[in-house]
């Protein structure tokens, strides 16, 4: 029989493995920005005269459902999936969609209007559009000479 030589974290290291194996698998963002369940996930980009925010939140079942702000550049969007076919607790093997609420809020790259956003949904997916406030700042100052 061999020796097997003790390693006091070693347990707690296969933890770690399982704990980031399971948060990998989960649809939501769990990372540095988001740390807990409930962030969905959101590309944005924009172009010369708008800010597009996509964002994945599938499971939604009417527009009651989402809530979307603009306020002082920044977007905020949240909201609650509810399962309408809920499955007895004893009768689930496995559970792996998210429902309960959730909460996203994003610094936009550019100041955006309040007026003129339009936001749709299909698929599962959430875009919404935002024109852009021309900021023309710019002013030659003439300087005097004497």
């Known amino acids: 029989m061999s020796l097997i030589p003790y ?3 070693r347990q707690l290291s296969n933890m770690r493995r399982d704990f980031e194996r399971i948060f990998a698998e989960s649809p939501f963002d769990l990372g540095a920005e ?3 369940f409930g962030n969905i996930r959101v ?7 708008e800010v597009v925010a996509t964002c994945d939140i599938p499971g939604l079942e009417k527009k009651e459902d989402i809530n979307i702000h603009i306020e002082k550049n920044i977007l905020s969007i949240s909201g609650s999936m509810n399962k309408t ?14 429902s309960g609420s959730f909460h996203r809020a994003i610094t ?4 955006v209007s309040n007026e003129g956003v339009k936001a749709t949904y299909k698929n599962g997916v ?3 559009t ?3 406030i021309a900021q023309n700042n710019t002013k030659k100052i003439d300087v005097e000479f004497h």
């Not at 076919?85 to 998210?98: A, D, G, P, S, T």
């Open 108 to 111: 936009l790259p550019a100041s």
């Open 130 to 132: 935002m024109p852009k």
């Open 34 to 36: 988001g740390g807990h």
């Open 7 to 9: 390693e006091p974290f």
């Open 43 to 49: 590309d944005i980009h924009e172009t010369d005269s």
């Open 126 to 128: 959430l875009e919404i």
């Open 85 to 98: 076919h809920e499955v007895k607790q004893e009768n689930m093997h496995r559970k792996e969609r998210y």
